[in-house]
């Protein structure tokens, strides 16, 4: 059992505080993780390095605010923007959340949960071959983090996504630390989530860190990468081989080196676990 | 439940004036071992109105600096909750900071605290405009004698104007500082502020009288440059086409100016 598609190697999220380090130090990263929306723009400092890193470094695009589950119309506008951008940096594939993020009236800006109904599904299956239609490739898909989940659930949230990919082709994004959170504050196991995702359709792993609050745990980006979640990792590469894996932070944003030790480390970790999957074999 | 209704019932639980949402909407939720509905449910209340108000903090930092913290959190919660977002980029959320600033407070604080929200909005907007082609020295180097006299521009596209009736520009100066708040007065005469972007960097500058009424001819009126030196001969006599080239050479330096093309 392994994943179907080329690994990218170790990858880090794109950020402005490291475009000069960047150009100027040619960082050992193998591929960089851009937020699409921050390039969604005519002009400016933010595009002027995007296309220096992207001369010489392979991208990836991630989006936060297609709202593939939301209640209101697809924007159109937005996926064209997309296209153009994907056009302008062509990505290794264009990835976003299996989330809502826009209500009935108002952008929400949060990766809100959906309930794992049939209903659900139908509909975000309808709109991700809608997505997929205009960009002309499969979307990537990341499961999120969540604080509650819906008593009206036909599916366990892993059911939901390989049902999901089977109907609608897309691909998914495992973030193995939104797994870890949402495994404590709703109490199942994580490992149980993992095995069970189809592992032809894993293109991207995220790792990052969180907020423990001891009672539940928050996906807040801003921390280093637990020990559970490096282990839950290591057992993810063991099962499903090679797989893009990407150091998310978002916040409190620490000195390049210190990103690059944490990405080491996980270069590190994912060689030990991808041996033992090799002598397993 | 069906999805939009339990949809349509999060986002106003998000939307309301607390973190508490709900009963029967929250009767439709599972909470986890040791983690209840009520408190995942004020996560995401609390999550969605600090992530728009950080935003805010950056876009309107010189706002926060004259405010404070408690001022600047309650005004930001009242705009957020009557202008919710509405585009899907949080760039675009202060859009209507300084027009809600104006229905919002009484008028002696409103009118140079929209101002500020103006001036910082600005820098917002020449941040991440398109390039366009500004002229440059080197352009006017290789420029026909012949043409000089017909030569027409008009403002680059990041360039962005502001009339300043207060002395906004010092106390956005100050906040990025880290000074003391140096105190809202009015100025005497109005001042045209421009904040543009150059080479990738953002950059402010106070137009004296004068050369605001000369680079308004050119890039409003639509003055030639010859138009352009004999207004300023009313005043400069003699003077008026090196006052017109001193100008004229500072605005392309600054990067202000693109060709009118005909
Ligand atoms: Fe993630």
Same mark, same amino acid.
């Given at each position: 059992m392994s994943s179907s598609f080329p690994s990218l190697g170790y990858g880090l999220g794109l950020r402005n505080e490291y475009y000069e380090q960047i150009l100027a130090q040619s960082p050992a990263v193998d591929w960089f993780e851009v937020i699409s929306e921050n390039y969604l723009v005519p002009g400016g400092k933010a595009l002027y390095y995007l296309d220096a890193i992207a001369e010489r470094y392979p991208l990836v695009m991630h989006g936060v605010s297609l709202s593939i589950g939301g209640p209101h119309a697809l924007d159109t506008e937005y996926l064209e923007q997309i296209k153009q951008l994907a056009e302008r940096i062509q990505p290794a594939w264009i990835s976003d959340h299996l989330c809502w993020s826009r209500g009935n009236a108002h952008q929400l800006h949060d990766l809100l949960p959906l309930p794992y109904t049939e209903e659900s599904l139908y509909q975000v299956a309808g709109r991700v071959r809608q997505v997929q239609d205009v960009l002309q490739r499969p979307l990537v898909l990341e499961n999120?983090?969540?604080?509650?989940?819906?008593?009206?659930?036909?599916?366990?949230? &892993?059911?939901?996504?390989? !049902?999901?990919?089977?109907?609608?082709?897309?691909?998914?994004l495992l973030d193995v630390n939104n797994v870890y959170v949402s495994s404590r504050n709703h109490g199942f196991d994580a490992w149980t989530f993992i095995r069970n995702l189809? *592992?032809?359709?894993?293109?991207?792993?995220? /790792?990052?860190?969180?907020?423990?609050?001891?009672?539940?745990?928050?996906?807040?980006?801003?921390? *280093?990468?637990?020990? *559970?979640? &490096? !282990?839950?990792?290591?057992?993810?590469?063991?099962?499903?081989?090679?797989?893009?894996? /990407? /150091?998310?932070?978002?916040?409190?944003?620490?000195?390049?080196?210190?990103?690059?030790?944490?990405?080491?480390?996980?270069?590190?970790?994912?060689?030990?676990a991808l041996a033992r999957r090799s002598l397993c074999a | 439940m069906r999805l939009i209704d339990w949809q349509l019932a999060f986002e106003q639980h998000l939307l309301s004036e607390t973190s508490v949402a709900n009963s029967s909407f929250a009767a439709t939720l599972l909470g986890g071992p040791t983690l209840d509905v009520d408190t995942g449910l004020a996560i995401y209340h609390n999550a969605y109105l600090s992530r728009l108000q950080e935003v805010l903090r950056h876009d309107f930092g010189a706002i926060w600096y004259w405010l404070g913290d408690d001022e600047f959190a309650l005004l930001t919660q009242a705009y957020i909750r009557r202008y919710p977002?509405?585009? %899907?980029?949080?760039?675009?959320? =202060?859009?209507?900071?300084? +027009?809600?600033?104006?229905? %919002?407070? +009484?008028?002696?604080?409103?009118?140079?605290?929209?101002?500020?929200?103006?001036?910082?909005?600005?820098?917002?907007?020449?941040?991440?405009?398109?390039? =366009?082609?500004?002229?440059?020295?080197?352009?006017m180097a290789q420029l026909a004698p012949e043409d000089w006299p017909t030569l027409q521009v008009i403002l680059a596209p990041s360039v962005q104007q502001l009339l300043c009736r207060f002395n906004t520009v010092a106390i956005w100066r100050a906040s990025k500082d880290e000074s003391d708040f140096p105190g809202s007065q009015a100025l005497n005469l109005a001042q045209l502020c421009l904040v543009w972007r150059h080479e990738n960097v953002c950059h402010y500058r106070s137009l004296e009288p004068g050369e605001a009424f000369a680079l308004a001819g050119m890039v409003t009126a639509g003055w030639s440059f010859s138009e352009l030196c004999a207004q300023l001969a009313v005043t400069y006599e003699e003077g008026a086409p090196l006052q017109a080239v001193t100008w004229l050479k500072q605005w392309i330096q600054d990067g202000l100016l693109e060709r009118r093309v005909p």
């Open positions: 999120v983090s969540s604080y509650v989940r819906s008593k009206a659930d036909d599916f366990t949230e &892993w059911e939901f996504l390989n !049902a999901l990919a089977h109907l609608s082709g897309c691909q998914l189809p *592992p032809e359709s894993i293109r991207q792993l995220h /790792l990052a860190g969180h907020m423990d609050y001891g009672h539940y745990v928050v996906d807040t980006h801003d921390h *280093p990468v637990c020990d *559970p979640v &490096w !282990a839950l990792y290591q057992q993810t590469l063991e099962h499903f081989g090679p797989v893009s894996t /990407l /150091l998310e932070r978002d916040d409190h944003f620490p000195p390049f080196e210190e990103l690059l030790t944490e990405l080491s480390k996980a270069r590190e970790l994912g060689a030990s | 977002s509405a585009h %899907y980029s949080l760039r675009w959320l =202060g859009e209507r900071f300084a +027009v809600f600033i104006l229905e %919002y407070l +009484v008028a002696e604080q409103s009118a140079p605290l929209a101002e500020m929200a103006r001036l910082e909005w600005a820098f917002t907007l020449a941040f991440d405009a398109p390039q =366009g082609a500004p002229l440059t020295l080197n352009d």
